[in-house]
């Protein structure tokens, strides 16, 4: 299995533009983690979803994020407009949700610098 | 609600000294408790766990025991190599809920 793979592994943009991260989760997953992970406020979850639909958004900073599942294979954070202090590593995970002990599998994550 | 804490400060050790990390976690019920590993430029890795209480996760020399008593699940490993150089992160769920509560994070630099 080739795990969770998130792209681009890099984003370099300026404040104002628009970001979109990717991920695909691990094949027979049902449950989708969007994390970023900062020295200041170490890892914080975003939002998550369990068999495609969003679960709890509460972690999402502001309006400027968006997430969206369209299917069990595909996810996307979306931030819109960018701004300096969204530079951070932003993670996906996925697992399969059978009650007690199921392990999260990480990506790489993706690192965003916003100039 | 569910949360974890780990101890302050990154920890710096010599290779093959013994290695201990706390964790205590507040929790209603019966928690399930987590190490994950990450590396340099990686994502975060599952090191080991542990489902109920007096249960001893292990992996690659790391060990840790669901105290219930104590709420406590420290991270111990006997002889540092300098590869386990990481950040160490402590973490729970609940039943029917695999949403991940995480500690802080320690970062553990083994030093030849």
């Known amino acids: 299995d080739a795990g969770v793979i998130q792209s681009p592994r890099h984003e370099v943009t300026e404040m104002g533009q628009e970001v979109t991260l990717r991920c695909k989760p691990i094949s027979g997953h049902n449950s989708l983690f969007w994390y970023r992970q900062t020295m200041m406020r170490g890892l914080e979850l975003l939002i998550y979803f369990n068999n495609n639909v969003p679960i709890d958004d509460s972690g999402m900073p502001e309006d400027r994020f968006s997430a969206k599942m369209p299917n069990a294979s595909f996810s996307t954070l979306k931030i819109q407009p960018s701004e300096p202090r969204d530079s951070a590593v932003y993670f996906c995970?996925?697992?399969?949700?059978?009650?007690?002990?199921?392990?999260?599998?990480f990506g790489n994550g993706t690192r965003l610098t916003v100039t | 609600g569910n949360s974890v804490t780990q101890m302050e400060g990154p920890v710096t050790l010599s290779e093959e000294a013994f290695l201990t990390i706390n964790c205590t976690y507040t929790a209603t019920g019966y928690p399930s408790l987590f190490w994950y590993v990450q590396y340099p430029g990686e994502g975060l890795q599952l090191l080991l766990k542990a489902t109920k209480a007096d249960d001893k996760g292990s992996n690659k020399g790391f060990e840790a025991t669901y105290r219930k008593e104590t709420t406590s699940f420290h991270l111990e490993k006997g002889s540092v190599q300098v590869s386990d150089s990481a950040v160490y992160f402590c973490a729970l769920t609940h039943y029917g809920n695999n949403r991940l509560a995480f500690g802080k994070g320690n970062q553990v630099v083994v030093i030849p």
């Open positions: 995970a996925s697992s399969f949700k059978q009650g007690a002990g199921s392990p999260l599998h």
